[in-house]
């Protein structure tokens, strides 16, 4: 049962350019959209996030995009940088029903951004 | 900046044997949770603790497992007899409110390899 997919991998950017990663969910209670970066060896670090309240919310370089009615978000990285080569992680969660805040993660996609 | 830590990194244990896996989480965050990752998956959600006791946990959390806040700043992870496939990644994390926006800050990962 994939509630949030990450249907690309892998992908492969030239340093400079836009990196845009993309996630699809399923669970129309989902009201809050994370993304996280991880590095080989190392656990995920919370990169972004946004509420099903928002469409777009900007930190620095990372822009997530979020349409809620495709059920689709995806995460802008302009210009991308040879350290933002990494595996990126879109995860979901809802806050209904007094859950706790249980991350549902996507399978991650590896960015690699090229010199 | 406050980190999340995990020991042991590497945990090398024979199958039907226990395992206890620790983490210390952020000083005053309230909330923890253990994921864990199977190699090639996606990170999946094991179980959340507040107030010490377990708010949430997740199919795979059964009767081998169990969670445990020893004192005030340890946070622990037990497999009572291990199986082959428990061998996996398993990542800790906390957070400080139960608000939705606030996001998970995760450990670098045990890494559990089941003989």
């Known amino acids: 049962d994939q509630q949030v997919k990450q249907n690309s991998p892998s992908l492969s950017v030239q340093e400079g350019r836009i990196s845009i990663l993309n996630c699809d969910y399923t669970?129309?209670?989902?009201?809050?959209f994370l993304w996280y970066k991880k590095y080989p060896a190392e656990g995920p670090t919370f990169l972004i996030s946004?509420?099903?309240?928002?469409d777009k919310n900007e930190d620095g370089r990372f822009t997530v995009f979020l349409n809620k009615s495709a059920k689709h978000l995806s995460l802008h990285i302009v210009p991308s940088q040879p350290g933002d080569s990494a595996v990126y992680f879109c995860?979901?969660?809802?806050?209904?029903?007094?859950?706790?805040?249980?991350?549902?993660f996507g399978k991650g996609t590896k960015l690699s951004v090229k010199p | 900046e406050p980190e999340v830590t995990q020991t042991p990194s590497h945990q090398v244990t024979q199958m039907g044997q226990e395992v206890i896996l620790r983490c210390v989480p952020i000083?005053?965050?309230?909330?923890f949770y253990w994921y864990r990752q199977i190699l090639g998956q996606k990170v999946e959600f094991l179980v959340s603790?507040?107030?010490?006791?377990?708010?949430?946990k997740s199919e795979i959390f059964d009767d081998q497992f169990s969670v445990e806040r020893p004192d005030g700043s340890n946070f622990t992870l037990k497999i009572r007899s291990t199986k082959l496939e428990d061998s996996a990644m398993y990542f800790c994390?906390?957070?400080?409110?139960?608000?939705?926006?606030?996001?998970?800050?995760f450990g670098d990962g045990t890494r559990l390899s089941i003989l």
């Open positions: 603790f507040y107030n010490n006791e377990i708010s949430e």
């Open positions: 000083s005053n965050h309230l909330y």
């Open positions: 995860a979901a969660l809802s806050s209904y029903g007094g859950s706790q805040g249980n991350l549902i």
């Open positions: 946004i509420s099903s309240i928002k």
């Open positions: 994390a906390s957070k400080f409110h139960d608000s939705s926006n606030q996001p998970q800050h």
């Open positions: 669970n129309s209670m989902f009201d809050y």
